[in-house]
């Protein structure tokens, strides 16, 4: 049973535009959230999180919002840069170190 | 620093052959992850340790699967015997357990069972 989920398996954005990743998730005991980003043959680097006590979170080009009622995130990076093309994953936990992944969104910039 | 180090990168095997994926975690770490990618379903969590300790086995699909922390520095992961299914990208990660839930990842070891 997928507690994360990415609905979009894929998503394509023009550079300079906006790109928008969504998560949904459905334990309600999950009280922080993570985005990790992926390039082909290499393993997963952490991008960003935001705890369940906050509603945004912002870094640079890129900023998590946290939807607590809808149990639903969303990563939004701006602009888009070749460089972003990658798989996203978003994951959350419930106070302890285990991770909960999703599937993951490949995100492809173009130029 | 050495990242997290994992062996072999790449493994082909035929069904019913054992495999042992090795992990190296980063050094001071108390705390070492095995996660399997696949299309389907992500990157789901195997099992994970504490301080040497196996602290959640839960997703280990299948006796078949088996992992060990013999010292703070070394881990295996154990598929015997091997089946088709269990071709999938393994990563392990491991984390200092101080900087709430980030989690470092090996480049993963690629597995295909034929």
């Known amino acids: 049973d997928q507690q994360v989920k990415q609905n979009s398996p894929s998503l394509s954005v023009q550079e300079g535009r906006i790109s928008i990743l969504n998560c949904d998730y459905t334990n309600s005991m999950f009280d922080y959230f993570l985005w990790y980003k992926k390039y082909p043959a290499e393993g997963p680097t952490f991008l960003i999180s935001i705890s369940s006590i906050k509603d945004k979170n912002e870094d640079g080009r890129f900023t998590v919002f946290l939807n607590k009622s809808a149990k639903h995130l969303s990563l939004h990076i701006v602009p888009s840069q070749p460089g972003d093309s990658a798989v996203y994953f978003c994951a959350a936990s419930e106070g302890a170190q285990k991770l909960v992944f999703g599937q993951g969104t490949r995100l492809t910039i173009n130029p | 620093d050495a990242g997290v180090i994992q062996s072999p990168r790449h493994e082909v095997t035929e069904m019913g052959q054992e495999v042992t994926l090795r992990c190296k975690p980063i050094?001071?770490?108390?705390?070492l992850f095995w996660y399997r990618q696949t299309m389907m379903r992500g990157l789901e969590l195997l099992i994970y340790?504490?301080?040497?300790?196996?602290?959640?086995d839960s997703g280990m699909p299948e006796d078949r699967f088996s992992a060990k922390m013999p010292n703070a520095s070394f881990s295996t992961l154990k598929i015997q015997p091997s089946e088709p299914r269990d071709s999938a990208v393994y990563f392990c990660a491991s984390s200092p357990g101080t900087r709430r839930n980030t989690i470092y990842f090996g480049e993963g070891s690629w597995l295909t069972v034929v």
């Open positions: 340790f504490n301080n040497n300790v196996p602290i959640d």
């Open positions: 050094s001071g770490h108390d705390y």
